[in-house]
């Protein structure tokens, strides 16, 4: 047991800890603790409220990772750490002790590492051919075609408002993402868009009687479709065909993955192999996966599949290598496998999408016993 003057030391001590200011004296100390007690647990009081704050969002966001791989990897014994903000929550987590080997390698990716995480930005390409970069556009009308004002909106999105019913038109409009960048869009049947990074979404500027309510997409998008029970809402991809009256729904459809995946969110969608002719009926918390004449439903965890609209990374499910694309793709960079079976890896656990590289690189570091090495936009990943 301890006295209360040692519980209290070892509460600041964990907490300072937590937040990367305790000193080499402190530090020292507190591993010396961990070595004598290694199944002691410090709870962190109401009175660190500020650190406790600190404490449950790095939590909440941080990734708490276990390997499925046959082999048994020595991790680190870890510490618990209750927290009263978190206890609210119901929430009960644990962080890995802190070495001298892992500071050392955290301050070197650190030092090497000025990549910053993907930001709002996209580039939209009017009927004429003119292109328009989001980012840089003021707030406000930003032209009218076919009888619709196209504006950015405060909140920095991306406004289409049909004022008058326009002839029907084939003219087309796309809206793009690249690497390290996202959106979101509103079209003139009040259907929103996010658009995920390296993606593109075309569509007409009008939506009018005559027009149909078809977009093509490439790359990553969710959608909240607008209701409309006399015309069905389109989307189509290189390998299928959505169709819809109005739901919530999310379709990948990378070049560089296998296979499209549908996912269901609210409502229902009817989703088209276009290359078997084969067709599926979706409910919400299903997933409809194309890949080549294949086409099949599987149950998921929705949560996991749109975590990347609500600004997090969920590792999970999918394989090591889909998971490093996705940061590939919102940080701009290339990762280089200097050993295949790397690639068995699994992770499980979420991180924000809001975190520096460095910070990421870190966290897979300690989940999967894996070393990377930033070189430019390239990164080398070795055991």
């Known amino acids: 047991m301890y006295s209360p003057e040692d519980k209290e030391k070892y509460q600041q001590l964990a907490s300072k800890w937590l937040d990367k200011t305790i000193t080499e004296e402190e530090l020292q100390v507190f591993n010396a603790w961990y070595e004598s007690d290694p199944d002691g647990i410090i709870e962190i009081s109401e009175s660190f409220a500020q650190t406790e704050g600190q404490l449950a969002e790095r939590m909440l966001k941080g990734i708490n990772s276990r390997i499925h791989k046959t082999r048994v990897y020595s991790l680190w014994t870890r510490i618990s750490v209750a927290a009263s903000v978190l206890l609210l929550l119901g929430a009960s987590f644990y962080v890995y002790r802190y070495s001298t080997t892992e500071k050392q390698h955290s301050r070197q990716v650190q030092s090497q590492d000025s990549i910053a995480p993907g930001k709002s930005g996209a580039t939209l390409t009017l009927a004429n051919g003119r292109k328009i970069r989001l980012s840089d556009a003021a707030v406000g009308e930003l032209v009218t075609e076919y009888g619709t004002r196209i504006s950015k909106t405060a909140d920095g999105g991306l406004l289409y408002d049909e004022e008058s019913a ?37 569509f007409s500027p009008t939506f009018n009687e005559q027009n149909s309510r ?21 989307v189509t991809t290189a390998k299928q065909k959505v169709t819809v009256l109005g739901t919530h729904f999310n379709i990948s459809s990378y070049a560089d993955e296998k296979e499209v995946k549908t996912t269901l969110i609210e409502g229902a969608v009817k989703v088209h192999n276009l290359q078997s002719g084969t067709v599926l009926l979706l409910k919400p918390d299903q997933q409809a996966v194309v890949n080549g004449e294949n ?29 490093m694309r996705k940061i590939e793709r919102w940080y701009d960079v290339e990762f280089v496998y200097k050993e295949s079976d790397i690639k068995d890896i699994r992770l499980d656990g979420w991180i924000a999408r809001s975190s520096r590289l460095s910070d990421v690189l870190h966290k897979i570091e300690l989940a999967g016993n894996i070393k990377f090495e930033i070189k430019g936009r390239r990164i080398l990943l070795t055991k």
């Open 214 to 234: 078809s977009v093509t997409l490439t790359g990553e998008a969710y959608f909240e479709v607008a209701k409309d029970k006399r015309r069905p809402f389109v």
């Open 166 to 202: 326009g002839k029907s038109s084939t003219a087309q409009n796309t809206l793009s993402t690249a690497k390290g960048e996202m959106y979101m869009m509103t079209l003139p049947d009040r259907t929103k868009v996010w658009l995920n990074s390296g993606s593109a979404l075309t």
């Open 295 to 323: 086409l099949y439903m599987q149950q998921v965890d929705v949560n996991e599949i749109i975590a990347w609209k609500n600004g997090d990374f969920v590792f999970g499910t999918e394989s090591f290598e889909a998971s």
